[in-house]
């Protein structure tokens, strides 16, 4: 059983809780036993690291956990994975400018997933490894391609391979009813206060917006959902 706060491996664990780091090796940091099981049924684990004899991994103290997860009431068991590095895109296409919600990015990994939109490229976006955006996933994180790519140069991209690219914006926007569904097709989603940037916008094939009532604006992982509903597909 590990139980130093100085040991060498602990320390390199609990920088993976640094971006830095994780980019640096390739790797995150997993915590608790269902991600633990997707993971492993993906085949991407290193390591598993736990404080329960039971379970097959390497031991450590409650102490060694608490300072590897960053977490006061720590969970039994963590893992270390390796980065999933696809690049390979799908006919629906999500891409998220400068969205730093931790909570918003998992809730539209979730979404994504659902309806079909199987490729999310990130651009200046919260990173998808951190450990709040893991648990939000939960677990969706293992079944989606992330590509890291600047907005603009993800269209520039994406327009040379045939896709329509939808920006989300009111400003010269089409009502979200009136868009019909492409065969290949990017969505657009910009940052929380500020949207998606002009210069994408001035890049986009057409603008939509989510038609609503009563009500300013929407949060960008509930008008995420419904355009992606929108555009769906479902076997």
């Excluded at 706060?5 to 090796?25: F, G, M, P, Q, S």
């Excluded at 997933?113 to 969706?140: P, W």
């Excluded at 509930?222 to 479902?234: P, R």
């Amino acid at each position: 059983m590990i139980t130093s706060l100085t040991n060498e491996k602990v320390k390199n664990w609990a920088k993976l809780n640094n971006k830095k780091y994780r980019d640096e090796t390739n790797s995150f940091l997993i915590e608790g036993e269902h991600l633990v099981i997707e993971a492993k049924n993906h085949g991407i684990i290193k390591e598993i690291i736990t404080t329960e004899p039971t379970i097959d991994g390497t031991l450590v103290s409650v102490d060694v956990m608490k300072k590897i997860t960053n977490q006061v009431s720590p969970v039994k068991v963590c893992a270390i994975c390796e980065k999933m590095n696809k690049n390979a895109l799908t006919n629906n296409v999500l891409v998220l400018d400068s969205v730093q919600d931790p909570g918003n990015v998992g809730t539209l990994i979730r979404s994504a997933i659902a309806f079909g939109f199987n490729t999310i490229i990130m651009s200046n976006s919260c990173d998808v490894y951190s450990s709040k955006v893991l648990r939000a996933t939960q677990g969706g994180i293992f079944k989606i391609n992330i590509i890291d790519m600047d907005t603009i140069d993800a269209i520039k991209m994406l327009k040379e391979k045939n896709y329509v690219v939808y920006g989300t914006s009111l400003v010269n926007g089409v009502e979200l009813s009136n868009v019909k569904k492409e065969p290949k097709m990017a969505i657009i989603l910009g940052n929380e206060g500020l949207g998606v940037s002009k210069d994408a916008l001035k890049l986009t094939d057409k603008n939509i917006f989510v038609e609503i009532k009563n009500i300013e604006s929407l949060n960008v992982a509930i008008a995420g959902s419904i355009i992606m509903y929108k555009f769906k597909e479902v076997i």
